[in-house]
């Protein structure tokens, strides 16, 4: 029996709404045409991948499972009885092989010189050999390098084997038929359909490549080094993924609802239904959005401290912490679309086919459900695509600044607060940083380059 | 005909322009050649779509980006303007080509004065400086009748009318001094008093300054005023060029269609009942007494109301049924806010509206609902005036659902197929978008939006005036068969005399919110009692005055 925390119902629940979304824009052929420009664009489609791989961490990631399914062996970072998730079980390896402290990518030694007592009673100053990392290594010195390079090459293979296999799937979903499948693989090759095929199997195939190279590796060593506590890196920037497309998702859930609906009513109604939005949302604009984070986030802990029943286990408390979060963020960032959406219906009530509709003695409720909420629709996706790569990177500054999500989340914010300390370390420590870095890049500029293309098939200055 | 005698100053040979739609070159000019002799004034006819904008671009290299000039020459005064260097071309455009374009509102840059947007050009073609650059630009602005000219000199666009800031369009095209001046539709957004004296204002300019203009149009009446000669442009190509003596009989038969779809004054002296008025029996369908709209004028911090714009100012008429009431005046009199607050889209200030003898003005919400059913309107613009995003099957349903939301949708469904048939379009047109019909198709589609809920008076806000010559007489036709048909009533809304001699039964006219003069058509367009209705009626270009006269095949 699945254990779901509030995020997860949440997150779920979005995708759900997504997936409906989908189903109904498939329906309507004027959203179509403007998706079907997107998906003619290749740098569109290729973020698409990267984002749906992300997605799908992230998924996996919020699906909990209680702690005695995997067995007893798993006694290592979650404590017995909370539950973990389908990703944190598919990692069962490197989530438990936890060294005592730093080690560098791939090591088979500490980052640091330590004082060991040798068998013969001899005190030595050396780097101590890893708990895990490279522990089937009889000779390091010798055997390393060939192991290193054997292991990336059976992943490289697994990977190869793995996108063959998708590619195979992807064939006979699309093609359909038997001697569509040779078809479909001489015009994905040719590139000579309007979807851009091959770039988005080359993707995939890079994808699976690395899962396949980072899966064969990970198994004996450290990918990307471990952390102050001796955690893996690779899996904690792994785990950081489903806070970073939460808070990117779910904050635009609660940004969603009070944009609309206030907008449309001040641009819509006027007059004094107006003067109150308008000095809502620059009462609102003129407060530094820090301050509130930090005021709410304050409040929220002070709410923790009373209800400390209710949030017994550590789970739960980071749970509650990031959907404020979420929540926080989502209340102080509605202000610029819920304006945008406001100057839009200004102009759309006065157009003439909202004028026609009154005529014709429909009623307001309507009016504002049929004619001017569709025509809302591009703004609102717009916006949703471009605020989705800012809102990650909010995350990482505010979990900088200390008031963003709780401490034993794991985030890139947090990794990177943490990374303060180590880059002052001598030798320097710097794979956490970096990792962080990498991953969140790799999420935030195909955010980037798909809401471009969102951008450039919905906005109708755009088009033409 | 003179051109023929002289050396011309711009020919264009053989040009072919192509726009990218997608993977595809679509032409848009298909191999067009004619020649523009010095000081001759040479109109290109055709209706929208038909590639005369494009030709003018072509030849002062202004194409946007997704355009393309694939063949053709064209040599201004003995230099082929394809070859010369984009920087050349700076000193072209303006100074040898001046030109004019359709819209005064936007072609004005709103944050510079007048003076500052002449003197640039000036000082760009002309290099003029201090006192003579002053100088010359009030010279410009006396040339072009403008009453003060040093106060315009130091005013920003949005202080002057659109007539006056057509002027300064013409008075910045004059400041380089062109040859060639090309005028790209000058008078269509302005009234028509303002259209004849922007049209006297080019033929006087030309006479004095001996520079040959180039004539953009879709309007007969402006090229006859001051055409030498004309060329007649469809789909990319010219299929007729003539003197003059084209208004006698043109030779092609396009020309002829569109000379015959022309809207005339006399047309309402050829109608089949010659008696002076229609009778009709019984008692008016709308009556509106001592109606007014004002708009507010608020000042100060707390938006005290301290003076009122009299929009529509204590108008009484009544509109009888199955009758035309055409409803004339320039743009600002206020005849489409008295339309829409007719139709409550915007408050009335004060009047009576009663519809078959029952007040609504005053009404309660339900019988207001019910009459909202008995007045509908058709808009300018069929482009605004449906949902892009409704498929043309709901938004003809959305009437009947609003007023008869019991109603079976297979019932609804056929009243929609049969509407589409009466308006002239298939019914496989439901299940498309607008965007997939051509602006006649949509003014149909709106047409029959408003007749789904079985109105008995439709208020028509200049239906025709957005659509092409040979569309809006084909529009007009649709108007007056379903009158006929379904005994329907119609306020037409409109600044086009013309138009309403074809359709209106009586005529009111408008200026400043009040009506000036009100009477059958023909004693209105014929023997006009008042002042103003005879200044419209002499601006009227004098071919639309062209007493009913046809040209015969």
């Known amino acids: 029996m699945p254990v779901l925390l509030p995020t997860d119902v949440l997150f779920l629940l979005l995708l759900l709404g997504l997936s409906a979304l989908l189903v109904y824009t498939v329906r309507q052929e004027h959203l179509r045409r403007p998706w079907r420009s997107v998906m003619r664009s290749r740098s569109a489609m290729i973020s698409l991948v990267i984002l749906l791989a992300y997605l799908l961490i992230a998924i996996l990631d919020s699906i909990r499972v209680p702690a005695s399914v995997n067995g007893p062996g798993s006694s290592g970072a979650a404590p017995i009885g909370e539950p973990v998730t389908l990703l944190d079980v598919g990692l069962t390896a490197i989530r438990d092989a936890q060294e005592k402290t730093y080690s560098a990518p791939l090591a088979v030694v500490a980052h640091a010189r330590e004082m060991t007592r040798q068998a013969d009673g001899r005190e030595v100053w050396a780097y101590p050999r890893l708990q895990y990392g490279g522990r089937h290594l009889a000779d390091p010195d010798r055997e390393h390098a060939d192991d290193l390079l054997r292991r990336a090459l059976l992943g490289l293979a697994a990977g190869l084997a793995g996108w063959g296999v998708l590619m195979v799937f992807i064939a006979l979903a699309v093609a359909r038929s038997p001697n569509g499948f040779v078809d479909f693989l001489r015009s994905a090759c040719h590139s000579d359909s309007e979807f851009p095929w091959r770039a988005v199997l080359l993707t995939l195939l890079l994808i699976c490549v690395m899962a396949g190279v980072l899966a064969a590796l990970s198994q004996e060593y450290h990918v990307l080094g471990t952390g102050k506590v001796g955690e893996d890196v690779l899996y904690q920037s792994l785990k950081s993924i489903r806070t970073g497309v939460l808070i990117g998702t779910l904050t635009t859930v609660a940004t969603l609802p009070l944009a609309l609906v206030l907008g449309i009513l001040a641009g819509y109604y006027r007059g004094w239904v107006d003067d109150v939005i308008q000095y809502l949302y620059t009462t609102l604009n003129s407060v530094p959005g820090v301050l509130l984070i930090a005021a709410a986030m304050l409040v929220m802990q002070s709410y923790m401290a009373k209800h400390e029943a209710e949030f017994a286990s550590l789970a739960t408390r980071a749970d509650f912490r990031l959907l404020a979060l979420c929540l926080i963020l989502g209340m102080t960032s509605w202000t610029g679309l819920c304006r945008l959406l406001r100057a839009e219906t200004l102009k759309l009530r006065e157009l003439e086919y909202v004028q026609a509709a009154r005529v014709l003695g429909v009623s307001q409720g309507m009016i504002l459900f049929r004619h001017i909420l569709p025509n809302l629709f591009h703004l609102v996706l717009i916006s949703v695509a471009l605020d989705f790569s800012s809102l990650v990177l909010a995350e990482a500054v505010l979990s900088y600044v200390n008031i963003g999500v709780d401490p034993s989340t794991e985030s890139w914010g947090n990794m990177i607060n943490g990374a303060r300390l180590e880059m002052a370390r001598e030798p320097v420590v710097w794979w956490s940083l970096a990792s962080a870095f990498v991953f969140m890049f790799a999420l935030v500029l195909p955010a980037n380059l798909f809401a471009d293309a969102v951008r450039d098939a919905f906005d109708p200055r755009r088009s033409g | 005909m003179t051109s023929d005698v002289v050396t011309p100053l711009l020919s264009v040979a053989d040009l072919r322009v192509a726009f990218r739609q997608g993977p595809e070159w679509v032409p848009a000019v298909a191999g067009v050649s004619f020649e523009i ?130 002027r300064v369009m013409i008075a910045l095209a004059l400041a380089g001094e062109p040859a060639l001046l090309i005028a790209d539709e000058p008078t269509t957004a302005l009234d028509v008093t303002l259209q004849a004296q922007v049209l006297d204002l080019l033929r006087r300019l030309r006479k004095e300054t001996g520079m040959a203009l180039w004539l953009i149009t879709h309007d007969f009446g402006t090229v006859a005023e001051v055409a030498d000669r004309i060329a007649v442009m469809r789909a990319g190509v010219l299929v007729e060029t003539s003197g003059p003596e084209f208004f006698d009989g043109p030779q092609h038969v396009y020309s002829r269609e569109l000379l015959n779809a022309m809207p005339r004054l006399g047309a309402c002296l050829q109608r089949e009942s010659p008696e002076e008025e229609r009778s009709f029996p019984g008692q008016p369908l709308l009556e509106v007494e001592d109606f007014k709209v004002y708009y ?116 609804r469904r056929e009243r929609i197929e049969t509407l589409l048939l009466a308006v002239g379009l298939p019914v496989s047109a439901r299940s498309r978008y607008p965007h997939e019909f051509s602006g006649g198709q949509r003014q149909r589609l709106c047409i029959a939006r408003a007749l789904a809920v079985e109105p008995r008076l439709i208020v028509c806000d200049e239906p025709t005036s957005a659509l092409d010559v040979s569309v809006q007489a084909q529009v007009i036709r649709l108007l007056k068969e379903l009158q006929d048909r379904h005994g329907l009533s119609y306020l037409f809304i409109t600044h086009d005399l013309a138009v309403v001699s074809e359709l209106a039964d009586r005529v009111a006219v408008m200026h400043s919110g009040k009506m000036v003069e009100m009477g059958p058509t023909r004693q209105v367009l014929f023997n006009p009692k008042n002042a103003y209705t005879r200044r419209l009626l002499d601006a009227l270009p004098s071919l639309h005055k062209g007493h009913g006269r046809r040209v015969g095949p």
């Open chain 2, 296 to 411: 507010p004028v608020r000042q100060g911090v707390f938006q005290r109301t301290v003076d009122h714009v009299r929009a529509v100012d204590g108008v009484t008429f009544r509109v009888e049924r199955g009758e035309t009431l055409a409803l004339v005046g320039e743009s600002g009199c206020g005849k489409t806010t008295l339309g829409k607050a007719l139709l409550n889209l915007i408050p009335a200030t004060a009047g009576e509206v009663r519809l078959d003898g029952v007040s609504i003005s005053n009404a309660t919400l339900g019988v207001r609902h019910k009459a909202q059913a008995e007045l509908q309107i058709v808009f300018q613009d069929p482009y605004s005036s449906m949902n892009p995003r409704m498929i043309v099957g709901d938004i003809l349903e959305e009437g009947l659902r609003a007023q008869r939301p019991r109603m079976a949708p297979a019932e």
């Open chain 2, 37 to 166: 002799g010095k000081g001759e004034c040479f109109a290109l006819v055709g209706e929208s779509g038909s590639g005369k904008s494009v030709t003018a671009l072509s030849v002062l290299r202004l194409l946007p980006q997704n355009g393309r000039i694939q063949a053709g020459r064209v040599v201004l005064d003995g230099a082929d303007v394809f070859a010369v260097s984009e920087r050349d071309m700076g000193s072209i455009r303006g100074g040898k080509i001046g030109i004019v374009f359709q819209d005064p509102m936007t072609s004005l840059n709103p944050v510079l004065t007048i003076g500052q947007q002449i003197a640039e050009t000036l000082m760009l073609h002309r290099h003029l400086k201090g006192a003579a650059l002053r100088r010359r630009s009030m010279e410009l602005l006396e040339q072009v009748g403008l009453p003060h000219p040093d106060r315009h000199l130091s005013e920003y666009p949005h202080q002057l009318s659109g007539g006056m800031r057509q």
